[in-house]
Nanobody
Framework: QVQLVESRGGSVQAGGSLRLSCAAS??????MGWFRQAPEKEREFVAA????????SVADSVKGRFTISRNNTRNSVYLQMNSLKPEDTAAYYC?????????????WGQGTQVTVSS
C-alpha cells in the first residue's frame, strides 16, 4: 500500500520558521513535492524536486523563503519554510509522481495545517 505521511504542521508568528517532512512508503517516486490550499482558494503548487535533486521548482510566491530537499535513503521530502507570512497559512499536501516536477502527481498525502499569525 502506497502512503505519503506528512509531519504535523503548526502555528507560528510571522517571520518564524517551520519544517515539514513527508515520508513515502510502499514504493519510491521520481518526483516528490508540496502543494498548499488556503481556505476558499484552489490548491497551488509550492515546490517539487526530482530523485537526484538535479531538477527542482519553487513557486515565485515562496522563492527565497522556502527550500525543498529530499532524502532518498529515507524516501522522504522536506520543506523548510522561513520568513513565514500570514498568507502562507494553508493546508500543505505532499505529492509524488513519476513524470517531472511539473507533474502530474499521482499520490497525495492527507495534508497538514500551517497557520501563520501576524
Amino acid at each position: 500500500q502506497v502512503q505519503l505521511v506528512e509531519s504535523r504542521g503548526g502555528s507560528v508568528q510571522a517571520g518564524g520558521s517551520l519544517r515539514l517532512s513527508c515520508a513515502a512508503s510502499g514504493r519510491t517516486f521520481y518526483v516528490m513535492g508540496w502543494f498548499r490550499q488556503a481556505p476558499e482558494k484552489e490548491r497551488e503548487f509550492v515546490a517539487a524536486i526530482n530523485r537526484s535533486g538535479t531538477s527542482a521548482s519553487v513557486a515565485d510566491s515562496v522563492k527565497g523563503r522556502f527550500t525543498i530537499s529530499r532524502n532518498n535513503t529515507r524516501n522522504s521530502v522536506y520543506l523548510q519554510m522561513n520568513s513565514l507570512k500570514p498568507e502562507d497559512t494553508a493546508a500543505y499536501y505532499c505529492a509524488a509522481g513519476d513524470s517531472s516536477v511539473s507533474g502530474p502527481y499521482d499520490y497525495w498525502g492527507q495534508g497538514t495545517q500551517v497557520t501563520v499569525s501576524s
